[in-house]
């Protein structure tokens, strides 16, 4: 009697587990591959072979030198998560997901997606077990250094990890300008502003306003080319330097867009602090980074700040509360999160 009494929870139990285990095996089976999969096809350039419309696996595969069955399997397993789509029987066509991976579109991850599936960034990520156990980044025992003194050395890593970057900053400018109202500011400065693409996007919407663009001398170099191109070089100043040093004076508003998680606090905070010696006490920060949520919300921060501990020394993604706190050790009050619709958030700072 106690065992036919027992045996329902008992089966209930095994049930729940075995549904667990199975979503669990999914979730890390599917997640790997598919990562590895959307690679594949980002390097082979399959989204560009279909802009004009639907092909079967034997076109695509002459256009990109494949495979013909490999490929077939490979674009069938994305077709099945919504990464193309098999029209009919080995034929596809982009979807709106796939269409993200074609070098001709705005907002193109293609190059986001071939730095994040290289051995740049795989080899350290396939180390994180070494960076919990160490807290130490994984990169520096797999290259041999940090991520910057590497891409310092290495022009061709240098250059994909530029490219990359700069994909993926392309899908927060119009959401940050769509978000944010820059009137009435009459100078802003992107500090580390790289090529100066967010910066430009801004004076371009914005004709009034001008701009100081801040880097590294080589950067800064760099990025002339692009001022000169958008015919902002009477409103745009171009500074070299190094923010861990000083910023430039002058401008009511200043950004540091994708830079704060790259650095540990205290270096987050110098950064910080020579930013406040260079506003007036009316001006304004705005960084513009992820912001973890609170608690076991779903939040892809959490694992991009996995990707800060194994490829950074001490960069991590914040919570609003741990922003906070370096806000007021570098000199402000955090005035408010503000959300875009994408990735990142722009956190406001005031002088205090």
């Known amino acids: 009697m106690d065992d036919q009494q027992s045996s329902p929870g008992v089966s209930g139990d095994r049930s729940r587990r075995q549904t667990a285990l199975g979503a669990l095996n999914k979730l890390f089976y599917e997640g790997y591959m598919i990562s590895r999969a959307i690679y594949a096809v980002a ?18 595969a002459a256009a990109i030198d494949a495979n013909p069955d490999a490929l077939y399997r490979l674009l069938r397993a994305l077709a ?7 029209v009919k029987q080995s034929q596809f066509a982009l979807t709106p997901l796939a ?19 290289s051995e740049l960034v795989c080899r350290p990520a396939d180390n994180l077990l070494s960076s919990v156990r160490t807290g130490f980044p994984a990169f520096n025992g797999v290259f041999g250094m940090s991520l910057f003194p590497y891409l310092n050395q290495n022009s061709n890593a240098r250059s994909m990890f530029d490219a990359g970057m700069a994909s993926i900053s392309s899908l927060d400018i119009s959401n940050v300008l769509g978000a944010y109202d820059f009137s009435g500011i009459r100078t802003i400065a992107d500090i580390g502003g790289g090529d100066g693409r967010f910066l ?12 100081i663009l801040f880097d590294q001398p080589l950067t800064i170099e760099g990025a002339r080319t692009r001022i000169e191109t958008e ?38 905070i110098a950064i910080l602090r020579n930013c406040r010696r260079a506003m007036s006490d009316k001006a304004r920060i705005l960084v513009i980074e992820p912001v973890v949520l609170s608690g076991d919300q779903p939040s892809l921060s959490k694992f991009v700040d996995l990707m800060m501990l194994v490829m950074t020394e001490g960069g991590r993604e914040r919570s609003e509360q741990e922003l906070r706190v370096l806000f007021e050790a570098g000199g402000f009050g955090l005035a408010r999160v503000i959300t875009t619709g994408s990735f990142v958030s722009i956190v406001e700072g005031v002088p205090v």
């Not at 099945?80 to 098999?86: D, K, M, R, T, W």
């Not at 269409?99 to 599936?117: E, F, H, K, Q």
């Open 200 to 211: 430009t996007t801004i004076l371009l919407a914005n004709r009034t306003i001008k701009g």
């Open 43 to 60: 390097c082979l350039g399959i989204a560009d072979v279909l802009k004009d419309g639907p092909l079967n696996t034997q076109q695509i």
């Open 80 to 86: 099945s998560v919504g990464v193309f789509e098999e």
């Open 99 to 117: 269409a993200g991976l074609r070098t001709d579109v705005p907002g193109s991850l293609r190059a986001y997606i071939a730095l994040y599936g």
């Open 231 to 268: 015919a902002l070089a009477d409103r745009c100043d171009l500074i070299g330097g190094d923010f861990f040093d000083a910023v430039p004076g002058g401008a009511d508003a200043y950004i540091l867009k994708r830079i704060l998680h790259d650095f540990d606090d205290d270096r987050a």
